[in-house]
């Protein structure tokens, strides 16, 4: 049917007129081509201001502004007027689109505005540019940029529907990157009803529906069968793209002292927005576009009350990550509806379309004393835009699933101190450690751990950092703050063989809730300054140098085949979110002077065992004597 389209349209952007076509019918409409716009000639466009009813107001051509519109088209100057352009203020963002009628025939929709004409002087983008997106191929990714520098675009309000009023805020401060300002909408009674479009009819483009809805709302331009075009100017100048296409009733024009705004509901969907470019988009009613179904599972532990959210988000990967973590937040918002401190954990899985491809699942757990449900989301906005923006391959996804459970109190502990036997090892050796912590005005708990010593660790000093799974150790702070390097700069000196080499490391990334056995560059080390009493930590032996060693690739078989090998490590889960950190230095040894240096040490300990009972014997002897003498 596509095909059909594009030779039907191709066709008609050539001769830049009406034509009847074998086996089609005649157009609906009848276009007036810009080369026939003369100043001083008068029309009519139409609009809805008010629920599905379509309106018109007058406009007057004041003159054709050459090479402006997109892809070096012409834009139409003209001023509106009439007793709907007095109630609205002027041209009303969610006019864009607007179709405008000089006698009789179809000019274009009404599109670009002045910022300071009072909103009486717009432009017309030209039917006869519009038609072309119906002839652009799907395959085609170019986009149409209208060279208006001196205008502004008549913006296209985006409503949003079914979030909390911390979700809104939350969405206004992310789509804030897209130059977007999203309105809470409310919901109208005819919002479940599929209504066909005419010219002027309003229409929504959407990214979100379900539970959640969130969609630019414009104006219908044209109308020729199933097919669309609107707005007259890009949305977010995708060029092939799949929005849902939506129905919209609007409840009323916003004034402003900058621009109106039509509010109104996203309604019931009706179809696919495929295109998305210079001159506007188009749509095709009773299609579908592909999508990404979003499952959130929020449980209150408090109230013990569990939400459930489904949505469908559109194919985007510059979109989605915002559109995700913006999804989740408002299902943990509207389950708790609080905001403030408390504790969540959570699991989330990426299912790609491709089923050969292994899913992304991680399980993390987080506290904060000031906004759990943003905190809540922050990994999981950052690690889709890693796996979003890699330079692999392509990441589409068919599914996302989320899993959270939340609770007021603070479920955070701390690490005390640790053992650890032996102190003298050799490579392959088994350590046996027992670390000290407490729960955040709670008991002392232990976790008995064991760490392998790599059987490729070079002989002399091996420290071992024993932390928090999301605690930095100390050292590499120090080292960070040294070199004055960002998050941004230590992640582009990470390199990554392929994708599944990207996906393995983050995760295998640690939890907050674990407590990490892991070793520490050698050349990075705490020591313990007793001079005033307190301990405290420097980087000894650091030869000044770009990059610090421990982002260096090690000279050792580990890392031979990847900069990213997986590192010797021991972790142990817990109920709590780990907090600080400590070290312990070994000697690595070979096996015979091990055993030897061991031998010694038992020998010594023995000795000094005995020495402490002789001396022990020799004090209770003299207290014995002491006491015969006083007798």
């Not at 609009?47 to 309106?55: E, R």
């Not at 030869?543 to 090690?554: A, G, I, M, N, S």
Request: with cysteine; glycine share 8%.
């Amino acid at each position: 049917m596509k095909s059909k389209w594009i030779r039907k349209y191709k066709l008609a952007v050539m001769v830049g007129c009406a034509l009847l076509f074998s086996g089609a019918s005649a157009w609906a409409d009848p276009f007036m081509p810009v080369s026939s716009v003369r100043e001083g000639m008068h029309g009519l466009a139409k609009t809805v201001v008010h629920g599905t009813t379509i309106d018109t107001f007058n406009v007057d051509v004041l003159g054709v502004l050459k090479n402006k519109g997109a892809n070096g088209g012409d834009l139409v100057l003209v001023k509106v007027s009439g007793p709907l352009i007095d109630k609205t203020n002027g041209i009303a963002q969610g006019m864009s689109g607007s179709p405008v009628y000089i006698n009789g025939k179809l000019l274009g929709a009404v599109a670009y505005g002045f910022p300071q004409s009072g909103g009486r002087i717009g432009m017309v983008t030209p039917i006869e540019d519009m038609l072309k997106l119906w002839a652009i191929d799907d395959n085609e990714s170019s986009t149409m940029e209208p060279d208006v520098n001196h205008l502004i675009p008549l913006e296209t309000p985006l409503m949003a529907s079914g979030y909390t009023a911390d979700g809104m805020n939350f969405l206004s401060e992310k789509m804030k990157g897209f130059h977007m300002t999203p309105y809470s909408a409310a919901s109208s009674g005819e919002d479940d009803r599929k209504l066909p479009l005419y010219p002027g009819s309003s229409v929504a483009a959407t990214m979100i529906t379900g539970d959640l809805k969130l969609g630019a709302i414009g104006t219908v331009t044209y109308v020729d069968g199933d097919h669309i075009l609107a707005f007259g100017h890009p949305f977010m100048n995708a060029g092939n793209t799949g929005y849902f296409m939506h129905n919209s009733y609007i409840f009323t024009v916003i004034p402003s002292t900058n621009t109106p705004f039509k509010l109104g509901s996203v309604g019931a969907e009706i179809g696919e927005i495929n295109q998305d470019r210079g001159t506007g988009i188009s749509g095709v009613s009773g299609e579908s576009p592909s999508f990404v179904p979003l499952h959130a599972r929020v449980t209150d532990e408090d109230l013990r009350f569990t939400r459930n959210l489904d949505v469908r988000m559109i194919k985007s990967q510059k979109l989605l990550p915002t559109l995700s973590a913006t999804s989740v937040y408002n299902a943990i918002s509207s389950t708790m509806d609080r905001s403030g401190e408390g504790t969540v954990k959570f699991t989330y899985t990426f299912y790609p379309a491709d089923n050969a491809q292994k899913p992304f699942t991680r399980t993390n757990m987080y506290w904060s004393s000031s906004d759990i449900a943003s905190r809540s989301v922050d990994e999981i906005y950052d690690v889709l835009k890693i796996l979003a923006d890699n330079r692999f391959k392509d990441y589409d996804l068919r599914n996302i699933d989320v899993n959270m459970s939340v609770t007021k109190d603070r479920k955070t502990a701390r690490i005390l101190d640790a053992t650890a036997t032996p102190m003298i090892v050799s490579p392959g050796d088994t350590i046996y450690l027992r670390v000290r912590l407490q729960a955040y005005r709670g008991d002392v708990f232990y976790k008995d751990m064991t760490f392998t010593v790599p059987k490729d660790q070079p002989y002399g000093k091996m420290m071992l950092e024993v932390r928090g799974g999301g605690v930095i150790p100390l050292p590499y702070l120090l080292e960070q703050q040294k070199y004055n390097l960002s998050d941004e700069v230590l992640d582009r000196l990470r390199t990554y063989k392929n994708f599944d080499d990207l996906q393995k490391n983050i995760m295998d990334e640690d939890q907050n809730n674990q407590v990490v056995i892991e070793i520490l560059d050698p050349n990075v080390s705490m020591i313990s300054k007793e001079d005033d009493g307190r301990a405290s930590a420097e980087i000894q032996g650091k030869k000044v140098q770009d990059t610090p060693d421990y982002l260096h690739k090690e000279d050792n078989k580990s890392n031979k085949d990847s900069d990213n090998a997986e590192r010797p490590r021991s972790r142990a889960d817990t109920d709590y979110v780990i907090y600080g950190d400590g070290q312990f230095t070994f000697t690595v040894l070979p096996e015979a002077k091990r055993d030897a240096a061991l031998k010694k040490m038992i020998n010594s300990r023995k000795k000094a065992v005995a020495e402490m009972h002789a001396d022990n014997e020799n004090e209770a002897q003299d207290a014995d004597s002491g006491s015969e003498e006083k007798k």
